[in-house]
């Protein structure tokens, strides 16, 4: 196998660059059938991380993994299973998608500080053979919270795959 | 604030001889914005399944061809010395990665990002977003014009100096290829002092995100060329089917 390119951070100036219109809506925001997931990004002195971006790769709500384009350009596009979310101030994310007919989200975490890009899933409450703290938790309105932390006591388990 | 550039380059000659590698370190001192923000437990080892045997695809529907041409997308001509990147994108296996979504921005001549947060007192370019975005072709490439970025200081220690470099964004067949990085610029003599860069310890590592200069591509009374190929790890559809070719 050739070796792979390195990564480098995604620094501090990517939110002109990838941020675009309905990036964080693989569903209409309050369509019927959607989900909020949310979460915040914390660095290993719990303080919000204000310059993570979260991607999210997903199957609909049947299982199955959409692989169709149509991601940038949402309007009138079916759903494409991919969404992309810059945290605001507060360190905060959020996506409005539909709950995966397979049992995680697939998430890569990207941020200023962070030299290469980490991957980890969130997983849906009650999901059989689930990583030990990946799923997310039921929010009394309904919604999917889980915060991810780069370092520290709640360390999020992040991933290493073959081939990589 | 006050750590000088020799302290920061002897910190980074102290890691790089006790870790060579060619990924770069998430614990990487001398870049300080990384110290409470890199994981400290080993990952988890994990095979892919699901959603993540399967990279998002995109399509014409999402990227227009007149973005991969930064030079044109404001009334007149942005200040500086005009280029095009070009190259391949490839997976682990030599394959190329068709019809694929690769963003780019950065820095305009002077140095300064359009992003509200660069407060670098260089001059903004009216006419320079430093923003693109392409699909790469049956057999993998891509094509940018643009204006070449100038190097800018930033608050990582004393007279720090990034050296140029266009920001990447990648993606392949498989979820598990996604790649952000940087491609530098040859002959830069700020690389060897930059902690960024230098996080890649292994030398022969860092060269592959260097570009080269191609004067095939440079045209004539118009632009200079550069070259400069992306590997992305591999794919696990192909790990699964090796004699597929």
């Not at chain 1, 390119?5 to 569903?27: K, M, N, Y």
């Not at chain 1, 991810?148 to 992040?158: D, M, R, V, Y």
């Amino acid at each position: 196998m050739t070796d792979a390119t390195p990564g480098q951070t995604v620094g501090p100036f990517f939110h002109h660059a990838l941020a675009f219109p309905g990036d964080s809506e693989l569903v209409p925001f309050g369509s019927a059938g959607s989900v909020v997931l949310h979460g915040y990004v914390h660095d290993g002195a719990g303080e919000p991380v204000p310059d993570a971006m979260i991607e999210i790769r997903q199957a609909d709500a049947s299982g199955v993994v959409p692989r169709v384009g149509g991601s940038l350009r949402r309007r009138g596009a079916g759903f494409t299973g991919w969404g992309r979310s810059c945290t605001d101030g507060a360190g905060h994310y959020w996506f409005s998608t539909v709950e995966p007919g397979l049992p995680f989200f697939a998430v890569t975490v990207f941020a200023r500080g962070l030299l290469d890009r980490l991957f980890t899933r969130i997983y849906l409450p009650g999901a059989a053979d689930a990583v030990d703290g990946l799923v997310a938790s039921r929010e009394d309105d309904g919604r999917l919270r889980f915060d991810i932390h780069l370092q520290g006591p709640s360390e999020t388990a992040f991933f290493r795959f073959p081939r990589t | 604030m006050t750590t000088s550039q020799h302290e920061i380059s002897d910190e980074i000659a102290k890691i790089q001889a006790d870790s060579p590698g060619g990924a770069p370190l998430l614990d990487f001192a001398p870049y300080r914005s990384t110290t409470l923000r890199h994981p400290t437990k080993e990952p988890l080892h994990v095979d892919p399944e699901g959603a993540e045997l399967f990279a998002p695809v995109f399509g014409h529907s999402d990227v227009a061809a007149v973005e991969s041409d930064l030079t044109l997308q404001r009334g007149g001509e942005p200040i500086g010395e005009r280029i095009r990147v070009q190259g391949r994108v490839l997976d682990g296996d030599g394959r190329p990665v068709r019809r694929q979504l690769v963003e780019i921005w950065q820095a305009n001549a002077a140095g300064r990002y359009s992003h509200q947060g660069d407060q670098h007192p260089a001059p903004l370019d009216p006419n320079f977003t430093g923003v693109g975005r392409c699909l790469t072709d049956d057999d993998g490439w891509y094509s940018f014009t643009s204006i070449k970025p100038g190097p800018y200081p930033w608050r990582n220690h004393h007279n720090a100096w990034r050296p140029a470099h266009i920001h990447f964004s990648l993606f392949g067949t498989d979820f598990t290829q996604r790649l952000i990085t940087q491609m530098y610029f040859p002959g830069d003599q700020l690389l060897a002092l930059d902690p960024i860069a230098q996080s890649i310890t292994d030398p022969a590592a860092l060269d592959r995100l260097i570009a080269s200069y191609d004067h095939s591509r440079s045209e004539h009374e118009w632009l200079l060329g550069y070259r400069w190929d992306i590997v992305l790890t591999g794919s696990h559809a192909t790990y699964l089917e090796p004699s597929d070719d």
